[in-house]
Nanobody, 115 residues
Framework: QVQLVESGGDLVQPGGSLSLSCVPS????????MGWYRQPPGKQRELVAL???????RYMTPVKGRFTISADNAKNIMYLQMNNLKPEDTAVYFC?????????WGQGTRVTVSS
């Protein structure tokens, strides 16, 4: 069973930055893709960004130009760099990973953007 552990969530002021990390229990190269999702308070979980094992990335429109997803295979960590944070970015952020026909989720890390 693959385990994913997120960290880095915090309270930050609007305009601030945070970097989230996701550490899988096996090599990142084993996954077809990895991604970040978020669930704002009272809303459904939504895709934030994806990174394939070929390095290709995708972002949902509200975070384009502000968020960057990356993976360091040597350290075996996936990151989400979040800049110019807005109150609407407040959510629990989840890491996920897809391998074969299986999809795995982390437990989530909370990001609160507020003054």
């Amino acid at each position: 069973q693959v385990q994913l552990v997120e960290s880095g969530g915090d309270l930050v002021q609007p305009g601030g930055s945070l970097s989230l990390s996701c550490v899988p229990s096996e090599a990142i190269a084993n996954f077809n893709y990895m991604g970040w999702y978020r669930q704002p308070p009272g809303k459904q979980r939504e895709l934030v960004a994806l990174i394939g094992n070929d390095g290709e990335t995708r972002y949902m429109t509200p975070v384009k130009g502000r968020f960057t997803i990356s993976a360091d295979n040597a350290k075996n960590i996936m990151y989400l760099q979040m800049n110019n944070l807005k109150p609407e970015d407040t959510a629990v952020y989840f890491c996920n990973a897809y391998k074969g026909v299986s999809l795995y989720w982390g437990q989530g890390t909370r990001v609160t953007v507020s003054s």
